[in-house]
């Protein structure tokens, strides 16, 4: 089964930012969609950010355009999440998804998760 391991979490202060990295195992990790999400405390997982596998794609929340950015590196197996002027409200548990390209580009729709990284942003 695929397994995504996020990491690059952490505490940071108002302003800061953060890089996110998540590691894809399994075969043909460039025909994979890949997503980010969050979930903050009392509050559902929310969208971050999505990028297609041939990366044509790039979709963003639209309250967080312009401060995050997805990319990924097909040669590492790795997807990440550029994270720029944090602020409190951005702490949350972040996550890692992924879905079969076969099954269609939907940036909000995966089959596999990571266990997510801790980012909080102190005030």
């Known amino acids: 089964q695929v397994q995504l391991v996020e990491s690059g979490g952490g505490l940071v202060q108002a302003g800061d930012s953060l890089k996110l990295s998540c590691a894809h195992s399994?075969?043909?990790?460039?025909?994979?969609?890949m997503g980010w999400f969050r979930q903050a405390p009392e509050k559902e997982r929310e969208f971050v950010a999505a990028?297609?596998?041939?990366?044509?794609?790039?979709n963003y929340a639209d309250s967080l355009e312009g401060r995050f950015t997805i990319s990924k590196d097909n040669t590492k197996n790795t997807v990440y999440l550029e994270m720029n002027s944090l602020n409190p409200e951005d702490t949350a548990v972040y996550y890692c998804?992924?879905?079969?390209?076969?099954?269609?580009?939907?940036?909000?729709?995966?089959?596999?998760w990571g266990q997510g990284t801790q980012v909080t942003v102190s005030s």
């Open positions: 399994g075969r043909s990790f460039t025909k994979y969609n």
């Open positions: 990028i297609s596998w041939n990366s044509l794609f790039i």
């Open positions: 998804a992924a879905a079969d390209f076969l099954r269609g580009y939907n940036p909000t729709r995966y089959d596999f």
